[in-house]
């Protein structure tokens, strides 16, 4: 695609509930990442991939993060049993093996 | 291993110049420098790496110390447009990822 695209735009869900955000990156881009931005914070980085495989995962805050690439194209970011403290915007990026990243528009988690 | 941005916020009259500096504890591969104005994501500007090397774009420069695991941004003769919050990001030598400063936030008024 002509950039990174990211899915839903915004999603709000109860406590308790499990989510699903999609990423899918620029066509060609080896390396995917997921980062996490509060309002006025640098990205927090939470884990990124080389064509399929997870190659750090150590930003993940707890076990209930979890993130795959299973064909080494689309991403999904799953985070179960969500908490008030995990609302936040939610960044995937792409790029080539060490060049410029590219960010998507991001998926504004609201947790109620 | 989140690199340490200062100054956190600065305010400019068109026309003047700027410096951004991002420093890091651990022997770094690259430095990337990124803008990003308030609810757009984050934008690329410019990538530097382990070499001290220079870089130039319009009149936005970078440099690159590797030996102090230091990098700056120099913004000159800065416009309005200029105006947005500017992130380093630092990746370790050996590594991939990319983790970013906590950014400086950077206001160019008429």
């Known amino acids: 695609g002509a950039g990174v695209s990211q899915s839903p735009r915004y999603k709000v869900t109860k406590r308790g509930q499990d989510v699903a955000l999609r990423c899918d990156p620029i066509?060609?881009?080896?390396?995917l990442y997921w980062y996490r931005q509060a309002l006025g914070q640098g990205p927090e980085f939470l884990t990124y991939?080389?064509?399929?495989?997870?190659?750090?995962k150590s930003g993940l805050p707890n076990d209930r993060f979890s993130a795959e690439r299973p064909e080494g194209s689309i991403s999904t970011l799953t985070i179960q049993r969500t908490e008030q403290r995990d609302s936040a915007m939610y960044r995937c990026?792409?790029?080539?093996?060490?060049?410029?990243?590219?960010f998507g528009s991001g998926t504004q988690l609201s947790v109620l | 291993q989140q690199p340490v941005q200062s100054p956190q916020a600065v305010i400019l009259r068109e026309g003047e110049d700027a410096v951004i500096n991002c420093s890091s504890s651990?022997?770094?591969?690259?430095v990337h420098w990124y803008r990003q104005k308030h609810g757009e994501a984050p934008v690329f500007l410019m990538i530097?790496?382990?070499?001290?090397e220079q870089k130039g774009h319009d009149k936005i420069s970078a440099s690159f110390n590797e030996k102090k695991q230091q990098s700056s941004l120099y913004l000159t003769a800065s416009q309005l447009s200029y105006s947005g919050t500017y992130f380093c990001?630092?990746?370790?030598?050996?590594?991939?990822?990319?983790?970013f400063g906590t950014g400086t936030r950077l206001t160019v008024i008429p």
């Open positions: 990026a792409s790029s080539l093996p060490r060049e410029k990243l590219f």
């Open positions: 066509s060609g881009h080896v390396s």
């Open positions: 991939f080389n064509y399929e495989a997870q190659q750090d």
């Open positions: 651990k022997a770094l591969y690259s």
């Open positions: 530097l790496l382990k070499g001290g």
């Open positions: 990001g630092t990746a370790q030598t050996g590594a991939n990822n990319l983790f």
